[in-house]
C-alpha cells in the first residue's frame, strides 16, 4: 500500500501564528502516526499580498518546530498551468461564465437588493454574487472581452450542482457544529463562486482541489474555517474526475477574546514568541499538543 499523504498549505501572506503551528504539528503526527508523508505547499496566487520574506519566515518557523517536509516544495504561482486546464474543463462543461461587475459594483448591486430585504450571504458571511452577468447574450459577452473590460470567472452552481448532486464527505475530525463522519456538502450556499480573475487566473478553491489531487493527498488536516469551503471542493473534485479525500477539520486557536487568530496577531506570532524566549516544547504546549 502507498503511504497516505498529508500537507501543510501556507499562504505566505504574514508570519505564522499558533493557529498555523498547531495545524502543521498536527498534519506531521498525523503522517508519522501512519507512516506517511508530509508535504509542504506555498500557497501563493495572490501576487498582492504574498511576499518571498514571508516564505522564507515560514520555513524557519517550520523548521525551528521540528516539523520535517519533503522537497521540492510546490509553490502555486509557479503552475498555473495546471489550473487553467482544470478552468478548461470545467468551461467545456458549460459551467463557467464571465462576470464583468468590480467589486464596488457588486456592493452596490447587493444594496440594492438588500432594499427589498435581506440577500442570502455565504458560510464565511459575505454577500452572494448578485448579478446576471450569466444570461448575458455570447454577442455580449464577446463584445466586454474585445473593450478589454475586466472580468471574473465564475463557476454556474446551480448547473454544477445538478451535474453532481448528493455529494458528501468523511469527516474525520470536526465541523464547527460538532459534525463528524459522511457529511452532506451544500456547495449550493456559496453562490456563483469565482474560478479565477483577470489578475489572478485561478483562485483558492481551484487551485487547492488540483493540488491535492495532483499531489496525492489522501487526508486534507485543516482548520476549521475551511469545513464549509469543503462543499465547493466535493463539486469541483466531482466535475473534474478526481479522487475523493478524507478531511480532517481540526479546532481554531482563538485570542484572548476569543476570536479566531489572525496574520495580524501578533501576540500569538511564533516569531514573537521564539523571541521571547518560548522554547517549540512550549508551543506544542500552548496549542494543546503537549
Ligand atoms: N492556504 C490556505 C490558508 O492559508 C489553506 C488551504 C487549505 O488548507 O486548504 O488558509
Redesign the pocket.
Known sequence: MMPPVFRF???PNGFLHLGHAYSALLNFERARESGGRLLLRI?DIDATRCRPEYEVAIYEDLAWLGIAWETPVRQQSEHLADYRAALEKLSALGLVYPAFESRAEIAKLVAAREADGPWPRDPDGAPLYPGDARSLSADERSRLIASGAPYALRLDIAAACRRAAGLTWNELGEGPDGEHGIVPALPEAWGDVILARKETPTS?HLS?VVDDALQGVGE?V??Q??FHATAVHRLLQTLLGLPEPAYHHHRLMRDGDGRKLSKSSWSTGLRELRAAGVTPAGIRQLVGLG
Open positions: 498549505a501556507p499562504s500557497e483558492y487547492v486534507i485543516r482548520g474555517d475551511l
